[in-house]
């Protein structure tokens, strides 16, 4: 008989059978599955498939993305090439790539003393930022605060601040503090480390504390803060 497929002859997708020397598929121009290894299938129909690939009724096997045979045109039966995770259209199990454990963070722990175990520590050059010279503009500007306790900041709040080593604010928490709580606009320029994030953050609180808001009061959710951006 005419001459056959030899043993690493390799099946396409769309049913064509390729020599083995061949990296694409002569007819749809595929290339060779598995990276150009054979795969050993004797020329047989389907070694080339590809988990989501189906076979039609005419035979021809067509891949996952056709949603009707190459060959007959006929649909694409309900249900061809669905894997459930567990295998291909053939029933063969496809190759699956070892992927890394799947990340279950650990429980936080929200006691009061891990919560706080953590706290800031002031650096040794801390009280250098007392000789940091601070301009202040605008409509007449609250007077600064020179301590958390005559902020007028709620007791929980300072307590909190007290936990945290906040021990004294910095020269831009002393001026934007007191205007955030006035509910002023404020736009402040710091370097790096100069306490930028509470200066705002430490007015929001304790507004969230005094004046607690339903969140949701209509058909959706309200936000009752929002930060468009860090403060760097």
């Known amino acids: 008989g005419g001459g056959g497929s030899r043993g690493d002859d390799w099946t396409c997708g769309c049913g ?23 795969n050993g299938t004797n020329g047989g129909g389907g ?5 989501g690939d189906w076979s039609c009724t005419c035979g021809a096997s067509n891949f996952a993305r056709r949603d ?7 649909p694409k039966p309900e249900g061809a090439g669905d894997t459930n995770g567990t295998g291909d259209a053939n029933g063969e199990v496809p190759f ?6 799947l990340y279950i963070p650990k429980d936080l722990d929200e006691t009061e003393e891990a919560v706080f175990s953590s706290g800031i520590q002031t650096g040794i050059n801390f009280s250098m930022w007392e000789n940091v010279g ?25 307590n909190n601040l007290k936990k945290a080593n906040y021990t004294k604010p910095t020269p831009i928490q002393k001026h934007a503090i007191p205007a955030g709580l006035q509910g002023r606009d404020i736009m402040g320029c710091a370097q790096t480390g100069s306490g930028k994030t509470a200066a705002f953050l430490i007015p929001i609180m304790n507004q969230l504390i005094e004046s607690p808001g339903e ?4 058909p959706c959710a309200q936000p009752e803060v929002i930060i468009c951006a860090p403060t760097r």
Do not use: Q
């Open 68 to 74: 009707t045979c190459f060959k007959c045109s006929e």
């Open 47 to 51: 070694g080339g498939a590809k988990p």
């Open 134 to 158: 601070v301009n202040v503009s605008g409509e007449n500007p609250p007077p600064p605060i020179e301590s958390f306790e005559t902020a007028g900041l709620r007791e929980i709040l300072v």
């Open 16 to 38: 064509v059978s390729n020599f083995a020397s061949r990296f694409k598929c002569f007819k749809c121009f595929e290339p060779k599955p598995d990276g150009g290894e054979s």
């Open 96 to 101: 699956d790539p070892a992927k890394p454990p």
């Open 215 to 218: 969140i949701v009061t209509g």
